[in-house]
């Protein structure tokens, strides 16, 4: 038998159902003998009413069972698809060269150790494009990559392949470049980090999307000396009259180099048709 207290203090439970059969017996046993607990229990009953009817009046908004599904199978399928995105990164990461990572890295500590020299970061802006351009120029193709048809005969889209390369290394050049500004900058007065690294973003992003995708329809070589050429071309300087003819061109085409915004998007460009090269050269029956 319970004592006024510990009926008193569950009666709201007792009126809601929510107690266990040995203490519902209890309280109903207490109830039967006191007219406080009575009165009191007459209340919560009569509050408990008002919720249940309350909770009958409010509907569900249309589709929230199904939208909850959705969401949770949502969240999983996000989880599976960067899970298998990192496994295919790493799968991909022994297939390429292998001296790639620490001759970019030389060479990008070199690039630092000039400009620091000359006390010039225009020096570093000249050589990061070209670094990350050559190494992307490398990255994919059966000049590359003799087990390339291996890779291929595998059960994934030959797109994927080289956008796990591309992200590995260019996610490799990035991060050498980004060093390589900090440097930079704490050794040379250059500014802020920010405009160091606006200095080569662009011309990084286009040269190397270039190169991958001229190394793909027409070999490394080919790729670097295009790219290279137009990269220095810039740097053309003509005398005399036929020099003053040129140098509204020469200036546009100099402007053209410090467009981010304009290389970046080119850049996109460049890597989504190296992408749709990939899986039509991969598989031809299926561009139809």
Known sequence: MKNHAEAAELLPLYAAGQL????????????????????????????????????????????????????????????????????????????VRRELFPASAAVMVLGVFVAVLVHKVAVFHFMAPMIAAASLAMIYGREQDPAIELALSAPISAWKVLLARLTLVSGYNLTLAMAASAALCAFIPAGLLGSVILGWLGPLTFLSALALVLSMWAGTGTALLISYTAWMLQWISLGGPSGESWAGLLGAYRGFWHNTAALVGLGAALIVAGLWSAERAARPEAIG
């Open 20 to 95: 266990a059969p040995e203490e519902r017996e209890a309280i109903a046993a207490h109830v039967d003998e006191c007219k406080e607990c009575q009165r009191d229990f007459r209340m919560w009953a009569a509050v408990e009413g008002e919720i249940q009817a309350a909770n009958r009046e409010v509907a569900a908004p249309p589709g929230l069972a199904e939208r909850a599904l959705e969401r949770v199978c949502g969240e999983q399928a996000r989880a599976g698809v960067i899970q298998r995105a990192w496994t295919l990164i790493r799968a991909q990461a022994p297939l």
